[in-house]
C-alpha cells in the first residue's frame, strides 16, 4: 500500500509565501516522477510542478518564477515552495506520484491541502 501525505498549506496573504510538503510511503518500490497539482473550485485538475526521479522539472506558466519543486529521493518527500503568492493561486494542492511495483506502474494521489491566498 503507498500513500502520500501533504502538509504545509493554510491561509497567507498575497506576496507571501507557503512551503507544501509530500511524503511517499512508499520503501520498497520506485519512485519516478512527482508533483503537484492543484484545483480551484469550479475548475479543472492542472498541474503546478513535476519533477523526475532525474531531477527534471517542468512548470506550469503561471507559476514560473515564483514555485519550485524540489525532492528529496533518500526521504521519498517532494516540495513545492510558493512565493510571490496571488489571489489565483488558492486552490486545494495534490500530490501525484508515479510509482513502479514489480512490473507495472501506478499513480498514486494524496488527499489534498487547501492553500488560501488572501487580498
Known amino acids: 500500500q503507498v500513500q502520500l501525505v501533504e502538509s504545509g498549506g493554510g491561509l497567507v496573504q498575497a506576496g507571501g509565501s507557503l512551503r507544501l510538503s509530500c511524503a511517499a510511503s512508499?520503501?520498497?518500490?520506485?519512485?519516478?516522477?512527482m508533483g503537484w497539482y492543484r484545483q480551484a473550485p469550479g475548475m479543472q485538475r492542472e498541474l503546478v510542478a513535476i519533477i523526475t526521479s532525474g531531477g527534471t522539472i517542468n512548470y506550469a506558466d503561471s507559476v514560473l518564477g515564483r514555485f519550485t519543486i524540489s525532492r528529496d529521493n533518500a526521504k521519498n518527500t517532494v516540495y513545492l515552495q510558493m512565493n510571490s503568492l496571488k489571489v489565483e493561486d488558492t486552490a486545494v494542492y495534490y500530490c501525484?506520484?508515479?510509482?513502479?511495483?514489480?512490473?507495472?506502474?501506478?499513480?498514486?494521489w494524496g488527499q489534498g491541502t487547501q492553500v488560501t491566498v488572501s487580498s
Open positions: 512508499a520503501r520498497r518500490f520506485s519512485i519516478n516522477d
Open positions: 501525484n506520484a508515479g510509482i513502479t511495483v514489480g512490473t507495472n506502474n501506478y499513480r498514486y
